[in-house]
């Protein structure tokens, strides 16, 4: 753990909200996916980024990943560690949308689970998905950077900065 | 050097020797929490990772992809429920879900104009009938209504069976409500030709619910990643609007070839 010299009283209380936020939306983002494996398997395989090998064990993986990931962002639980894995999955998420933008695919993203609307939909919601996962992002890389924050297991755990 | 050292001297040699003691503590701490850090960092991420695996074999084991279910009598293509004869010269492949609103309007915009073309033998429709927007009601219409269209086929034939699709159609549910009940399905199977003893049992039973979810699968293998997907002789129809859709599938009927 850093010092943490010029962190004003009010950064650890700021990151607790960054955790919830982000812990928050992997949690219900991996629940609402965890009924219907095979759906994610279908997922996974319409981004045509992996090859068939692999794409039902990712998409098997991905959900539980998410859960884990969220609710460990929540209590506070090894938050540099959890905070890096959320922001790699969210660039690797990042990577797959604008792909499958620029490859002209349309693609219900399945974020949040199954796929809703019609294909001629679903590349409009694209920008919006990417400035999301970027936001989320951006309060992944902040707590990798500086993980300490209020009410966190990470404080009973960790020993403290002396 | 026997010179007795000044006052002031040792004074400053012993703040040096307790700077040097408190630095080593410090060291020594600094090390001891490095440590304490690490350990419950490698105890914590192993444990995290085992509740991943745990539940990512869970979730395999639910997988039902790859589902061994019989399919109905009268398929052609492997999956699909045909309109028209298999000797037609154009064959255009349809997938739909039978409660994708698009869908609904790709059928009611081109369902006169098509059924022209097929009647004159030009063009065998092969309509894949998916699931997987069982989430968009909240009865599993998707699931519950594909099966019925596969329990019509395999009991009354593809012409029954094309009848009972158009009806569905005609009769779509609005998203995010129960669909059609299974009564409702069967009287709309009887209204398009079928025997209701010969369809009760198969619709309330889901009969052919694995066989719907191996069409499911097959779509997606297929690049198939919303409803609804028309291709024609292989090749995807690109589209933006459900009238460049019927316009698209209408000049390759005309043209008269796949």
């Keep these: 753990m850093d010092a943490t010299a010029w962190d004003f009283p009010a950064w650890p209380v700021a990151r607790l909200v960054a955790r919830v936020v982000v812990g928050g939306v992997w949690v219900v983002a991996g629940a609402l996916k965890l009924s219907d494996p095979a759906a994610n398997v279908r997922s996974v395989r319409a981004y045509q980024l992996l090859p068939e090998a692999v794409v039902p064990t990712v998409g098997h993986a991905l959900p539980a990943l998410e859960i884990v990931v969220g609710g460990a962002l929540l209590l506070g639980l090894l938050t540099r560690v959890t905070a890096t894995v959320s922001a790699l999955m969210l660039a690797a998420f990042v990577i797959g949308i604008a792909s499958a933008w620029a490859r002209g695919l349309s693609i219900e993203c399945g974020c949040f689970g199954g796929g809703g609307s019609p294909a001629a939909n679903a590349a409009a919601k694209y920008p919006w998905d990417i400035a999301r996962d970027v936001g989320l992002l951006l309060l992944s890389v902040w707590l990798v950077w500086r993980p300490r924050s209020a009410l966190s297991l990470d404080r009973r755990l960790l020993p403290s900065e002396a | ?258």
């Design chain 2, 1 to 258: 050097m026997a010179k007795k050292k000044s006052t002031a001297t040792r004074r400053a040699e012993s703040q040096a020797a307790s700077a040097r003691a408190a630095a080593i503590r410090k060291e020594q701490e600094r090390k001891e929490r490095r440590r304490q850090t690490l350990v419950v960092t490698a105890v914590g991420v192993v444990v995290l990772a085992i509740i991943v695996l745990v539940v990512t074999r869970l979730s395999s084991s639910k997988d039902t992809t790859g589902a061994t279910g019989a399919a109905p009598k009268g398929v052609v293509a492997g999956y699909a429920v045909p309109s028209g004869p298999s000797s037609a010269p154009v064959k255009v492949t349809v997938y739909e879900d039978f409660i994708c609103p698009y869908c609904g309007q790709f059928e009611a915009a081109s369902r006169t104009a098509f059924q022209k073309d097929i009647d004159a033998g030009k063009v065998q429709f092969q309509y894949h009938v998916l699931n997987f927007l069982d989430g968009n009601s909240t009865t599993r219409y998707s699931t519950r209504s594909a099966n019925a269209l596969a329990v019509v086929l395999n009991s009354a034939g593809p012409t029954a069976a094309k009848r009972f699709h158009d009806l569905l159609f005609e009769n779509q549910p609005q998203e995010r409500t129960a669909g059609l009940t299974d009564s409702q399905l069967v009287d709309f199977a009887v209204q398009a030709g079928a025997k209701k003893s010969a369809v009760q049992s198969g619709i309330g039973d889901l009969t052919f619910e694995p066989w719907v979810k191996k069409v499911t699968d097959k779509a997606s293998k297929d690049g198939v990643t919303g409803t609804p997907t028309v291709s024609i002789g292989g090749k995807t129809l690109k589209y933006s609007t459900t009238e460049e859709l019927v316009t698209k599938v209408e000049q390759a009927i005309a043209k008269g070839r796949s």
